[in-house]
């Protein structure tokens, strides 16, 4: 069995995060609105997410980390969504966010958007997974091309930043913002403001899409066979691509690291119409559009820690 920490978190009350993400979005957007209201079906389109909606026992699970990639991948850290589940006690969940895709599957490496409603607790092949998750790869390396496609698995490898429900409707978190006026991204502008306003760590975890504009975003090549040392390192290797709306994306991220070296923030998306990838800032920003749907976590994981540690390739 994998190690796990479990560490509880404090409670704050949705409107007490609402506040902190209307200040901080004031800041970087010429226009955002921040309010609790009622999960839309995440089932239907845009979004298709395997289950309807982000509220039952909201939990945060950070599988492995970065120093299983680089500077060299160690490539028996493979996970399994259901025993994830498994292990962060909430069995048959609903399970999205980013991670690397199991590459012994696939034969490559790539980036992969989990969305996966895992098995109840002692079911029997009868009741499998339901996976709506994506993958996306680069496929010709001569143009550097690349494609976003379905991906009919419940595991991953590497590192992954998960949150975990029981899918159920319920209230959520609903943030608009469009026209960047500051410097952060989106998701960095709400967690910088958790940071700054809330003295204990906050995690979320939720969807959001671009609706307008384009983003910049990478796609990881195959692996390494030098060591990646720096930050310098990492982005040379990358294949880094402007990619256009309507992207739909999966985030985790947490406020402050109560000391499990944690990944902070972490977003993947996929599309309809073939980009996909992990998501680092719009390109656009007079004319983009940002929708999202969030939840706060009551609890968070961190299953099979690395035993070394850097902070290379965190971006």
């Known amino acids: 069995m994998l190690p796990v920490k479990k560490h509880p978190l404090k409670a704050y009350p949705l409107t007490v995060i609402v506040d902190s993400f209307r200040k901080s979005l004031a ?75 199991a590459s012994k ?20 092949d009868a009741n499998k997974s339901v996976v709506k998750s994506y993958c996306t790869r680069i496929t010709d390396y001569n143009d550097v091309a690349y494609s976003c496609a379905p991906y ?32 952060d991204n ?7 403001g958790l940071a700054a306003d809330l003295e204990e760590p906050v995690a979320v975890g939720g969807v959001f899409m671009v609706k307008s504009g384009s983003v910049k975003a990478h796609v990881m090549p195959q692996f390494s066979k030098t060591p990646l040392k720096t930050d310098e390192d990492v982005n040379n290797w990358l294949h880094f691509f402007e990619m ?14 109560p000391g499990l070296d944690l990944r902070l923030e972490h977003s993947h998306f996929f599309s309809e119409h073939g980009d996909g990838g992990h998501y680092h800032y719009d390109t656009t920003p007079e004319t983009v559009q940002y929708v999202g749907y969030f939840n706060v976590a009551e609890m968070l994981f961190r299953i099979d820690q690395p035993a070394h540690t850097h902070n290379v390739g965190r971006d």
């Open 27 to 101: 800041s970087n957007f010429r226009e955002s609105s921040v309010e609790v209201a009622e999960c839309p079906d995440l089932t239907l389109p845009p979004w298709n997410i395997a289950s309807p909606g982000l509220s039952g026992h909201p939990r945060i699970a950070d599988v492995g980390g970065v120093p299983n990639l680089i500077p060299l991948p160690i490539l028996t850290k493979e996970y399994d969504l259901n025993e994830v589940a498994e292990l962060c006690e909430l069995p048959g969940c609903c399970v999205i966010g980013p991670s690397a895709a």
């Open 152 to 183: 009919p698995y419940n595991k991953f490898s590497l590192l992954g930043n998960l949150y975990l429900s029981s899918g159920e409707p319920g209230s959520v978190i609903k943030v608009t913002a469009s026209g960047r006026t500051g410097s």
């Open 105 to 124: 599957l696939i034969n490559c490496n790539a980036e992969l958007v989990n969305n996966v409603r895992t098995k109840p607790s002692g079911a029997g």
């Open 186 to 192: 989106f998701i960095h502008c709400l967690n910088r």
């Open 244 to 257: 256009a709306a309507p992207l739909v994306h999966t985030s985790v991220f947490v406020s402050k690291d």
